[in-house]
């Protein structure tokens, strides 16, 4: 459940985010669609809310990429299910893009909360 | 996106709805644990995933690629709908394979003759070396298909440098027989470097070469072409060293010339080719030597660092030495001022040389035009079906629209229908135009026996052609209904599917305009077959001056008889006895040229002094001539005992004749000369008599002054003669009966005059065939879719016809009401077709004879026919509406 005082982030998310945060989730070790999809919005304290419906063409997308893999399992639960590990692009993928975000949250701060420079 | 989860993408969607159940049987579960019961839990896990179906389709998207898909959709739904109405889709299919393949076979000939490079390496670096004349005429004889240059004047040529490797070859008739009638072979003089410079290798045996052809050759070498050497020899693949007689000597078949080389010249495929050196054993006057015979192409092939250019440059330096040392001895002093004068010119031949090309070029281009133009009648009436059936379809199409299929989406669809019949009928079309240009080849061919040789195999330009022919014919009958059918609001449409009393005109203003097009373009059509029919008509009534009908001309080469040149004479005047003595045999004349039979013999009249230009057509019969081509003399006497080689020289003139060097009707007893060889007196004759005119050189030409000497009086007696006679009953072989009697190695050749006349007119009973043909298919296309459109409106207005009926209007006048409408369409087709007819007529001029587009003789004709079966055509709906009852009508 989301706290209380803030919003979940419900609307799309930023192209290509969840991708990054697939890739992330993934490091720890292979697991099914139905994990990273809690793994994301308990990581982000609920703040963000994974569109299961959009998870997996994502998984699809990356898996077409080549930066992830697949194969079938079972769950904790015994439940046969699909699951995703990082291949070596991938990884290499997931410092690329975390770098990349890096730079894009500095830049958005640098807007949004100006620091004492002259004017 | 790779093509493996293309194809597999059915059973790729499998796992992920696999994928998606195991998620949702694991939110359950955890559901399930926190406490909620089976039925909540479903629902919450349904929630968060959203529809699996939607997001399964989002990843099958992804693996599709999308255009192909939908493409295959199209493809797969056209098919389907074609099939589901077997008689629209199988008239299309015939009209457009009929409309492409006339298009196609005639192209598929331009092609052959025109556009296509001689099947040997670098064809492009050939030219030809051919004389500038300046517009003044060569003097000498001509011999062959190709007469250019004179065999003295390769001599010199190839001895040039700069020049390329240079070649020559001559055509002539070869005869296989070894006596009795004759086998006619097509042979071919080559230089003995030919084929090695052309590049034509050896399909058995070897060719020709530098060797075999030296001044004097013993037993000469022959090369026979492919398809000879399988017709006459089956393929014998033991051929080399085998013996061939050609004009009754042996030569030595040395091999067989590579399947595609016909030769030089489109139109014309050698069947034997022989070294230059053999020349002199097989003509009765050798040509090697003589400086005034013309026969011969010469070629070269320009090597890489050659350009035309400076081909060009040196042939153009060297042009006056070469003439100034071939001048022939004999040539008087204007001739030799001429020949001094002319230029030597490069003409690249890459696609070979032609005279079929020259001759046909335009009839078939223009052909091209008319075919054409019917297939543009055909997709007219292919447009209207689609029209028609894009209204029956109107509510599918609006369903669809409303549905949210986008308008883009169902025109794609709709073109891939029209798509499909185009490429249906582009592949029909191949094998009618296979068999239609077959037939078209034997219209070329002439019944004299020189067969038109043409290579029809079907080559990238063909197809690509054809390709492009669908294409076209697809957009022309397919777009525009495909965005007329389409341009709905599905409300109106929905609105409109009820029954109305009067009907949009929007939609029929398209159908009135393909109307009125489809009957101008058949009315140019029709004039154009009346035009090419009443000049073919026009040719074969020209009053020739003779009777060539039941006249039979045998050639009769006695070489082998060895007759001393004193006797010459004589035996030919015994023989032309001997053969009227024949059984059956009504009269029999010796000819030394048969007009209008393509030889021709002309010299120079000499009046009082004054030579006489142009020249004069010359030709020397026996005394029975002018009964046997029925020409009875208009004064004066016939040729007698009295004209003999003692007494002095006499000539019968036609009344061209007279009147343009005597200014008399007849100058019985007046005298004239030929213009004779230098240094010789110009020879003297006096007329004795004149006929009427005849023509001589081709039916086209105005009948000039000819003039006829007595058989009695010929110097110069030749191996060979021609005699003409009428019989009743078949006597060729009585006649070759009597020849082999005299000598047995005597060749005889038979041909029916009127037939060798006939000949002359392939290209004009071509057209006329042909345009009459399209002409007629033309005026049908264009009655069924005028019969089309007024069964429409017919059907669209069955309520109002209902109505005025049940208020008593009179059948005549429901029928008037549609014939005015018709009568409108009608004449607006005239109007447009008599401007466009008149426009395409005076650009087919050329090909006219006694037609002119000036003479509304044609044009009035076409368009009455077309009038009268278009009111035919539109009476037929609007009699049906008239006969209809009004309960039916108002019911339906």
């Known amino acids: ?119 | 996106m790779s093509w493996r989860r293309f194809f597999r993408r059915a059973q790729w969607d499998d796992e992920r709805a696999r994928e998606q159940r195991a998620h949702l049987e694991i939110e359950m579960d955890e559901h399930v644990a926190r406490g909620m019961n089976q039925e909540d839990a479903r629902t919450a896990a349904y929630r968060k995933l959203g529809n699996p179906t939607l997001v399964r389709e989002e990843i099958y998207g992804m693996n599709s690629i999308s255009w192909l898909e939908s493409a295959w959709q199209d493809l797969r739904y056209a098919w389907r709908t074609l099939r589901h109405t077997p008689s629209f889709s199988v008239v299309a299919l015939l009209s457009l394979a009929l409309g492409i393949g006339a298009n196609t076979a005639i192209f598929q000939l331009i092609n052959a003759v025109k556009l296509r490079t001689l099947p040997i390496p670098h064809a492009d670096r050939i030219v030809e070396y051919r004389i500038e004349t300046h517009g003044k005429g060569r003097t000498g004889q001509f011999n062959g298909e190709r007469p250019l240059m004179s065999y003295p004047l390769y001599e010199s040529i190839v001895q040039q440098p700069g020049l390329g490797r240079v070649f020559a070859w001559g055509t002539a008739g070869f005869d296989l027989a070894d006596g009795g009638e004759s086998q006619p072979a097509r042979g071919l003089f080559v230089t003995g470097p030919l084929f090695d410079i052309a590049g034509v290798r050896p399909a058995a045996g070897r060719l020709i070469t530098a060797s075999d052809d030296t001044r004097g050759c013993g037993t000469p070498a022959a090369v026979l072409s492919f398809p000879f050497w399988q017709s006459k020899f089956g393929g014998d693949p033991h051929i080399q060293g085998k013996t061939l007689k050609l004009n009754g000597n042996s030569f030595v078949i040395a091999g067989v010339a590579e399947s595609g080389f016909f030769g030089f010249e489109v139109g014309r495929a050698f069947d034997v080719a022989i070294p230059m050196c053999a020349e002199p054993l097989l003509r009765t006057r050798s040509a090697l030597a003589n400086r005034e015979i013309w026969w011969l192409s010469v070629m070269a092939r320009l090597d890489d660092a050659h350009s035309i250019a400076a081909a060009e440059k040196r042939a153009a330096s060297i042009s006056s030495a070469l003439f100034a040392s071939t001048l022939p001895p004999g040539y008087r002093q204007g001739d030799a001022d001429n020949y001094k004068a002319f230029g030597l010119l490069v003409v690249p031949v890459g696609t070979g040389v032609s005279q079929i090309r020259a001759t046909y070029a335009e009839p078939l281009t223009l052909l091209l035009y008319i075919a054409g133009m019917v297939l543009v009648i055909a997709c007219g009436n292919l447009a209207n079906l689609m029209l028609a059936r894009a209204s029956v379809r109107q509510s599918e199409m609006a369903v669809r629209l409303a549905i949210g299929a986008s308008r883009r989406r169902l025109i794609r669809q709709l073109m891939v229908e029209s798509l499909l019949i185009a490429a249906g009928g582009a592949v029909a079309g191949t094998f009618v135009a296979g068999a239609l240009s077959r037939v078209l080849v034997t219209f070329l061919d002439n019944p004299s026996g020189r067969r038109v040789f043409v290579d029809l195999g079907i080559d990238w330009t063909v197809l690509a052609f054809t390709a492009g022919l669908a294409a076209i014919t697809c957009l022309l009958f397919g777009l525009a209904p495909a965005f007329r059918a389409t341009r709905t609001s599905p409300s109106q449409i929905m609105r409109a599917s009820g029954r109305g009393l009067t009907d949009g005109r929007d939609r029929f203003n398209l159908r009135r305009a393909l109307v009125i097009t489809q009957l101008a373009l058949s009315l140019v059509l029709i004039t154009g077959a009346l035009l090419f029919g009443g000049t073919l008509k026009n040719l074969i009534n020209v009053d020739t001056g003779f009777t060539a009908a039941g006249v039979t001309q045998v050639d009769i080469d006695y070489r082998h008889a060895d007759i001393p040149e004193a006797q010459r004479l004589q035996f030919q005047l015994d023989l032309v006895n001997r053969l009227r003595a024949v059984p059956g045999v009504m009269s029999a004349a010796s000819a030394y040229i048969v007009p209008l039979s393509g030889s021709g013999w002309n010299q120079n009249v000499v009046v009082d002094g004054k030579e006489q230009q142009p020249y004069t057509n010359i030709t020397r019969v026996g005394s029975s001539y002018f009964d046997v081509m029925e020409m009875p003399l208009v004064t004066g006497r016939n040729f007698d005992e009295r004209d003999t080689l003692a007494a002095p020289q006499v000539a019968i003139v036609t009344e061209a004749f007279a009147k343009t060097y005597f200014h008399a009707p007849a100058p019985i007893g007046r005298e004239f000369h030929l213009a004779g060889r230098i240094g010789e007196p110009d020879p003297a004759y006096t007329v004795i008599g004149v006929v009427h005119d005849i023509k001589y050189e081709g039916l086209h030409e105005p009948s000039g002054p000819v003039v006829f000497f007595p058989h009695t009086q010929e110097r110069e007696a030749n191996l060979d003669m021609t005699i003409v006679f009428r019989a009743s009953g078949d006597v060729n072989a009585a006649i070759t009966q009597l020849a082999r009697g005299i000598e047995p190695r005597m060749l005889v050749t038979f041909s029916r005059v009127d037939q060798v006349i006939g000949a002359t007119l392939v290209r004009e009973r071509l057209m006329a065939t042909l345009s009459g043909f399209f002409g007629i298919v033309a005026m049908i296309l264009a009655a069924i879719g005028l019969y089309g459109v007024m069964s429409y409106v017919v059907e669209r207005r069955r309520s109002e016809i209902g109505i005025r009926i049940a208020l008593g209007a009179e059948h005549t006048q429901v029928i008037s009401m549609f014939m005015r409408e018709s009568a409108w369409l009608i004449g607006a087709g005239l109007a447009v077709g008599l401007a466009l007819a008149y426009v395409a007529a005076k650009s087919a001029a050329t090909l006219l004879f006694g037609m002119t587009p000036k003479d509304p003789a044609p044009f009035v004709l076409a368009a009455a026919m077309l009038a009268v079966v278009a009111l035919l055509a539109a009476f037929l709906p609007a009699r049906r509406a008239s006969r209809q009852s009004p309960t039916t009508a108002l019911r339906g």
């Open chain 1, 1 to 119: 459940m989301p706290k209380r005082g803030t919003t979940p982030i419900q609307e799309e998310m930023l192209q290509g985010t969840l991708d990054v945060l697939i890739l992330r989730t993934l490091v720890g070790g292979a697991s099914h669609g139905h994990t990273i999809a809690y793994v994301i919005e308990r990581q982000s304290d609920d703040m963000l809310q994974v569109q299961h419906g959009s998870l997996y063409p994502a998984l699809h997308r990356l898996e077409d990429r080549g930066w992830i893999t697949s194969f079938w399992g079972l769950s904790e639960n015994n439940r046969k299910a699909r699951f995703y590990r990082l291949t070596a692009k991938g990884r290499r993928q997931l410092v690329s893009q975390t770098n990349r975000w890096d730079a894009l949250v500095r830049a958005v701060n640098r807007v949004l909360k100006p620091s004492g420079e002259p004017r």
